[in-house]
T-cell receptor
Framework: DVKVTQSSRYLVKRTGEKVFLECVQD?????MFWYRQDPGLGLRLIYF???????EKGDIPEGYSVSREKKERFSLILESASTNQTSMYLC???????????????FGEGSRLTVL | AQKVTQAQTEISVVEKEDVTLDCVYE???????LFWYKQPPSGELVFLIR??????QNEISGRYSWNFQKSTSSFNFTITASQVVDSAVYFC?????????????FGTGTRLLVSP
């Protein structure tokens, strides 16, 4: 089974702190994603990566950065956490989609971040 | 632009009732995939179904069924004889296959509460 593991289920940080959210997948997937989930807004894409050291901005990248040094690991970084970044963060991975094959995502259990 | 609309924010039913979750999508692409995901209280999104734009056949899997109608751009999900374990947030999602990197676009989700 595909396993996507997020390092922390619950975090509490203070405004201005640097926050690292780690995600590891064990299925050799090329694509990895970070989403943010907020009530009434659904899932919004922050950043994604389709290869090692490659990254692309999603729909809401402001205030975030990412790192992908190894294929299996995709980290989300909040350089200076703010209260409006309190949210549930979901990591996902998917294999490279080919003809006739549409990008099913495999998700981790999420990291609930509270910024005080 | 692509968009997925789940107009029902929350639905409450009593066990054994049938319930339909609505999903309406917008896309200019002719080739796309539609998905449903389930998010139980544990937080991890679980893949339920993928349907490509060329296959309008309805699908049934146990108590779950899906009705895909391109004429109305809808991909509705019906749970027959609902159970308490069906309580979750359900997301409909869309991915286009002809426009660069394939990103999933999610609806805002429908929370289903099934009471005993």
């Amino acid at each position: 089974d595909v396993k996507v593991t997020q390092s922390s289920r619950y975090l509490v940080k203070r405004t201005g702190e640097k926050v690292f959210l780690e995600c590891v997948q064990d299925m050799d997937h090329e694509n990895m994603f970070w989403y943010r989930q907020d009530p009434g807004l659904g899932l919004r894409l922050i950043y994604f990566s389709y290869d090692v050291k490659m990254k692309e901005k999603g729909d809401i990248p402001e205030g975030y950065s990412v790192s992908r040094e190894k294929k299996e690991r995709f980290s989300l970084i909040l350089e200076s956490a703010s209260t409006n970044q309190t949210s549930m963060y979901l990591c996902a991975s998917s294999p490279l989609a080919g003809a006739g094959d549409g990008g099913e995502l495999f998700f981790g259990e999420g990291s609930r971040l509270t910024v005080l | 632009a692509q968009k997925v609309t789940q107009a029902q924010t929350e639905i409450s039913v009593v066990e054994k009732e049938d319930v339909t979750l609505d999903c309406v999508y917008e896309t200019r692409d002719t080739t796309y995939y539609l998905f449903w995901y389930k998010q139980p209280p544990s937080g991890e999104l679980v893949f339920l179904i993928r349907r490509n734009s060329f296959d309008e056949q309805n699908e049934i899997s146990g108590r779950y069924s899906w009705n895909f109608q391109k004429s109305t751009s809808s991909f509705n999900f019906t749970i027959t004889a609902s159970q308490v374990v069906d309580s979750a947030v359900y997301f409909c999602a869309l991915i286009m296959m002809n426009t660069g990197f394939q990103k999933l676009v999610f609806g805002t989700g429908t929370r289903l509460l099934v009471s005993p």
